[in-house]
């Protein structure tokens, strides 16, 4: 068998710096580049040792891990206890990851006869499993699963960093109480030119049971003068009913039905806002195409609370907002 030295260091060089470059970009750190190479060029060395066997003696536990703190500490070097702590789990995470990503792809790409015949039973009864892998199967392998996990954990990331920005709003109209989980978008600039209302957009679909039936499916459809000029029906909310004018994206000036309701609340961190002049827009779509959130809620209703603590059920006025 031919072993090629400087293959197995280049590679396992390549495959360090990715590992770190993880864990850097998992903790938000910004490490020195010469660092990570330093670092990356110690856990290659570790590995060419084993084909050294005066050296076989370094591969115990102890000094696996050892030599881990001590890449941690070349690569990120150490400010506190807590944080370098933090650091050497979110970097054996990773490893784990990409460890069993590797093999959870090898045993799902093998078919039943090629697994059973990787069984060894041993004389004390046992069970091992022999595990043959390709070098360019685990390069490519190793890759992909990283990459993967990156694309996940940064869906992850965007989805708590939007979580600051959800509310849950409650619209009261002729009696009717609807709640939903609306989105504060700073971009929505949308009011009614008259009064200068602000407004806030809500799926259709969550007040389809209050609306005229002829309106069914057609709000994205047809333009909203046309379905108020069609209304025949005698509607409960027809005096409720207003058109809004906008501007969408590469479309010339339409109009937007809304309804003038008798209260909204919207609660964010425990904290309940209630504006006073306010006008549901009435989507005929999906706002979310995951389905986080049924509203756009205007920033103009999330800035002065007017109830500071939600969960004890107790309403208080703050002497002062600041």
Not at 5 to 28: E, G, H, P, S
Not at 44 to 54: D, G, K, Q, R, T
Not at 216 to 233: N, Q, Y
């Amino acid at each position: 068998m031919v072993v090629y030295i400087d293959l197995i260091f280049l590679t396992n060089l390549l495959i360090d710096w990715v590992l770190l470059f993880l864990t850097a970009w998992m903790q938000k750190k910004k490490p020195k580049w010469w660092r990570m190479i330093i670092s990356s060029i110690i856990g290659a060395l570790y590995v060419v040792m084993m084909f050294v066997p005066e050296l076989t003696f370094l591969y115990t536990f102890l000094i696996k891990f050892t030599l881990s703190l001590f890449m941690i500490w070349t690569a990120f070097g150490f400010h506190s206890l807590q944080a370098f702590t933090k650091t050497i789990g979110t970097f054996y995470v990773v490893n784990f990851v990409a460890a069993g990503g590797i093999l959870g792809v090898h045993y799902l790409l093998q078919s039943s006869a090629d697994l059973f015949n990787g069984i060894l039973f041993t004389t004390t009864g046992g069970i091992s499993f022999e595990l043959q892998v390709g070098f360019w199967f685990v390069f490519i392998t190793f890759f992909a699963v990283l990459l993967v996990f990156k694309g996940v954990q940064s869906s992850k990331r965007k989805t708590e960093q939007m979580a600051v920005f959800f509310g849950d709003m409650i619209v009261e109209i002729g009696g009717v109480e609807v709640t939903c989980t609306g989105l504060v978008d700073t971009g929505n600039q949308l009011t009614d030119p008259l009064t200068r209302t602000p407004v806030t957009v809500m799926e259709a679909s969550l007040w389809e049971s209050y609306l005229p039936p002829s309106w069914k499916g057609r709000i994205s459809e047809v333009s909203a003068d046309t379905l108020i000029m069609e209304l025949e029906e005698e509607f409960i909310w027809q005096d409720r009913l207003r058109l809004i004018p906008y501007r969408g994206i590469n479309k010339g000036t339409t109009f937007m039905l809304a309804l003038k309701p008798d209260s909204v609340k919207v609660i964010m961190n425990g904290t309940c806002y209630t504006p006073r002049r306010t006008l549901i827009g009435l989507d005929g779509g999906k706002l979310s195409s995951e389905g986080k959130y049924q509203a756009i809620i205007h920033p103009e209703y999330v800035q002065e609370p007017a109830v500071v603590n939600t969960t004890a059920g107790q309403t208080e006025k703050p002497l002062n907002v600041v």
